[in-house]
């Protein structure tokens, strides 16, 4: 690995910057406080977050004044992994610190909420109007009978609404589930019939790419599908009535009742998350109130730098864990700031305008939606006053070498870039954003604090500068509590402690460098591993979707009965161009001088696109199952897929093979 002597980063923090992160601030507070080092910068207080796990989270629990109604007899109760038992006897509830920035008087009347459709046109939305919402919300679901430990499911786009409805959930202490209005009903009901909710919040339909969704049909399977419903509450995005037999929005949060916050032992559920589910029921993740408030004050408020004043933006749905996450950008006192529409309507440049509208000051989005731009000749910082973004943030899968360079070159040259991976099954970060150190090219900054990450070799030895498994060796407090319908365990232990017990393998290759920094491979039950030499795909990715030609690529490793390996690489193109014998030999040259000539594919191959799951990932797995002859309906989950159809085609190759 290249050591940092030898090179300049992409971006470094000047000296008044890193001064004014949250991060230095609270590490002078820890080192006088709590014994933390108060010199060595970040790497220094990485190395005591994970060596004194406890100090580091009951520091992380004061500094950011956690109200705890019951008092915790010690942070870590038990830390083997999985069953961590964090502050066992503490009680507090999620939603009062969600709301504190409404008790100030100087606040209450800020915006809290800032909505944004696809008109552009931003809606605020105050913390004491938010505030009162959620108090009157609260008082109508517990009139509904609603216990804590109930579930209430929302079937609702982006929108205020949708945070109202979860804050009062959480009020209550009762479970939140979330879908995007874009699923299937199939695909609701794989996710909600599992965690049986009581109350469901709807919309009659929703905008998207300039076009009205009718929603009706499906609200009504599901009502019919979901026999444990109470109540339904209809929210008329579209202007329809509310139908027969389900309540109105605007009447159940009419009142003007004080908030009242349901005192709840740390580890009770705040709310359900599921897996992609490509390969059979998603699974059904169970978090905590007291894990996710702590991981989450700890992720945006130290690693996000983002406070009061601050507007953070992050393009996501209610059916992915981003969303879960930016709404706990009002821990901090933070607006939040909710997209609802196509990330590309009216034109590609169109989430750039919602960060000039709104002052957005993070602007989180998908590496994706970074190369379509750079592919779509878009010029944010010329095109958009983006005077106000600090931090470009992104997700979903690693940011390309050239995504980097496009967004110092594109957006402004002083500009934190901030490549982040976690996972739905801990709704955080295991690396990514840190205010006080460079950005190198490609790169992750660092592990997060608290975050005890390594890579590990097969035989669960830690290596650096080599492509290991991504492991967590110690518990964070965010880690799932457990899985819906898991009496015994043996989903979440096989999920996650199969290949090396009592350690967390989340199943992506990672490189740990020796300054510190991570670079992402992509899934390691998709690797490519041709004659021991083993990449990730996203490697592939990078390299072949430089050419203009190629919209996406998707690359499979197939091991043969035989011992042979297959390795094809699938293109979709953009329009006009044509898979012709010169773009065949320019592709395989980039991968040779890029990056191995062992991982040229065996053959390139058209298609009409590339699957995906519901949150935008591309499905490598299932495809790989297709190809080894595994029929489509045992292949994957077909709630699961945006277009089912293009799986058939991969289906059809693997038939023409045989």
């Known amino acids: 690995m290249t050591s940092a002597a030898n090179h300049a980063p992409l971006w470094q923090p000047d000296p008044d910057r890193i001064a004014a992160a949250r991060i230095t601030r609270f590490q002078a507070w820890a080192a006088e406080h709590h014994g933390a080092p108060a010199e060595g910068g970040y790497q220094a207080l990485h190395r005591w977050s994970v060596e004194e796990l406890e100090t580091f989270w009951q520091a992380v629990a004061e500094w950011f004044e956690i109200r705890f109604s019951t008092p915790y007899a010690r942070v870590l109760g038990d830390r083997s992994m999985p069953g961590a038992q964090w502050f066992p006897g503490a009680t507090l509830n999620y939603a009062e610190h969600a709301l504190r920035t409404a008790e100030d008087p100087a606040c209450a009347h800020d915006p809290a909420l800032l909505h944004v459709d696809e008109t552009h046109e931003p809606m605020p939305i105050s913390w004491s109007e938010l505030r009162r919402q959620v108090g009157a919300l609260a008082a109508e679901l517990r009139a509904l009978g609603v216990r804590p430990g109930d579930r209430v499911s929302g079937y609702l786009p982006n929108i205020p609404q949708a945070v109202t409805a979860f804050l009062a959930t959480a009020a209550v202490g009762a479970v939140w589930t979330s ?4 699923f299937g009903a199939r695909s609701v ?5 599992q965690v049986e909710p009581v109350v469901l919040f ?24 979901l026999p444990t419903l109470r109540a339904v509450v209809h929210i008329p995005l579209l202007g329809t009535e509310a139908p027969e037999g389900t309540l109105d929005w605007s009447a159940v949060t009419a009142g003007d009742t004080e908030p009242v916050f349901e005192q709840v032992p740390f580890d009770h559920p705040l709310w359900v998350l599921y897996s992609s589910g490509t390969t059979g029921l998603p699974k059904a993740i169970v978090q905590s109130q007291g894990g996710i408030l702590l991981e989450h004050f700890k992720q945006i408020g130290l690693h996000c730098d983002l406070g009061p004043g601050d507007r953070f933006f992050w393009y996501t749905s209610t059916g992915w864990m981003m969303w879960n996450f930016l709404v706990s950008g009002l821990l901090t006192g933070t607006t939040v700031v909710l997209y609802d529409g196509s990330p590309g309507y009216p034109d590609t440049g169109a989430q750039w305008r919602v960060a000039e509208r709104t002052g957005a000051t993070l602007f989180g989005t998908s590496a994706a939606y970074v190369m379509a731009c750079a592919k779509a000749d878009v010029h944010p910082g010329r095109d958009f006053d983006l005077s ?4 470009v943030a992104t997700t979903g899968s690693p940011l390309p070498p050239d995504g980097f360079r496009w967004l110092h070159d594109e957006v402004a040259d002083d500009l934190w870039i901030a490549s982040v991976s976690g996972g739905t099954d801990v709704c955080s970060c295991f690396a990514g954003a840190v205010p006080t150190l460079p950005v190198e090219i490609g790169e992750l900054q660092a592990a997060c604090l608290g975050t005890d990450l390594r890579s590990w070799d097969p035989e669960g030895k830690p290596v ?22 898991d009496p015994d365990g043996s989903r979440y232990r096989d999920s996650y402690f199969e290949m090396y017990p009592g350690v967390w393998r989340h199943g992506d290759w990672i490189t740990i460098t020796d300054r510190g920094s991570v670079i992402i491979h992509g899934r390691s039950d998709s690797t490519l591993n041709r004659q021991g030499v083993r990449m990730g795909s996203a490697d592939i990715y990078e390299v072949v979707e430089r050419l203009p030609e190629i919209r996406e690529s998707l690359v499979i490793g197939l091991e043969e009965p035989d011992g042979g390996y297959w390795m094809p690489l699938f293109v979709h193109l953009a329009e006009g161009a044509a898979l012709d014998d010169g773009l065949r030999a320019r592709i395989k040259q980039s991968i040779r001088e890029n990056l191995s000539p062992r991982h040229v594919p065996d053959d390139i191959i058209e298609v009409p696109g590339v699957p995906h799951t519901l949150t935008g990932k591309r499905i490598e797995v299932p495809v ?5 002859g595994t029929p489509l309906a045992k292949a994957v989950n077909p709630g699961s897929v945006d277009n089912l159809e293009l799986l058939a085609f991969y289906e059809d190759i693997a038939r023409n093979r045989t």
């Open 179 to 182: 879908c995007a209005p874009d």
């Open 189 to 193: 009901l794989d996710r909600f019939q």
């Open 202 to 225: 709807t919309v009659d339909g929703y905008r998207y790419g300039g076009k009205e969704h009718d929603r009706t049909g499906t609200v009504a399977e599901l009502r019919r599908e």
């Open 388 to 391: 106000r973004v600090k931090c």
């Open 464 to 485: 650096v500068g080599e492509v290991g498994e991504l492991v967590v060796t110690n518990p964070m407090p965010s880690m799932p509590i457990r899985f819906w319908n």
């Open 624 to 628: 790989k199952r297709l190809l080894q």
